[in-house]
């Protein structure tokens, strides 16, 4: 991958448009709803705070039966969700141990590939290469012309976005965003060996404590 080891890092300097939560959930639902081609996603935090999410909420709780079974009570809705719209192929970064939240999203990601979604997952150790400064940004390609990079703050809170729109930034991304997914495992049989027999996750006391008071505002679609 010699080609991209600078990719990830021309993206962070590249221009782009900054958006609030609100303006950028308004664009990206309307970039989702006009897309025609495969929409790519790059996951690479370990943890986020999704507090807008019923399932997230239980988990958290320490209600972990609850959770996944408002998981499953998301199937049908996401499988009209995906049935309408070009694939979405998302590329979920894991390090071992799984962070309570991390085997929680394990979860909704069997949910979401159950429905029509095509992730995969890889370990941290293949992307070391492209992070001698920082890890990985966090990265939705609507195509060769339209990237965002989603921001976040320390606590995984969501902030907003970075809309990008310089083909000659985003092609090559995209291009070692398509090559990791290519090395990457389908989500199902990686959740079946690895996540499903785990044990509840354990969310301290002190972990409940340090929630911020802010939202993802993505309900239960958060692609």
Known sequence: MEFSLNVFERVRDAEGRILPVDAYQAEFADDLERA????????????????????????????????LALLQEMGPTLTEF?????????????????TPYLQWEMHAL????????????????AVREFEHIAPLPELVVFGP????????????????????????????????????????????PYFDREVVPLPPPSVSRRMRELLPDHSHHTGTFRP
């Open 36 to 67: 025609t081609a495969t929409v790519w996603k790059l996951e690479r935090a370990q943890d986020f705070y999704e507090p807008d999410v019923a399932s997230w909420r239980a988990m958290m709780a320490g209600q972990w039966e609850d959770s």
């Open 110 to 125: 069997a949910v979401r590939a159950a429905a029509g979604e095509r992730p995969r997952v890889l370990a941290a150790a």
């Open 145 to 188: 012309s339209l990237l965002y990079e989603v921001l976040y703050d320390d606590s995984g809170g969501h902030v907003g976005g970075r809309r990008v729109t310089d083909p000659d930034v985003i092609v090559p991304c995209l291009d070692a965003m398509r090559e990791l997914y290519d090395r990457g495992e389908d989500l199902l």
């Open 82 to 98: 995906y049935r309408i719209r070009p694939d979405f192929c998302r590329v979920r970064i894991v390090e071992r141990p799984l």
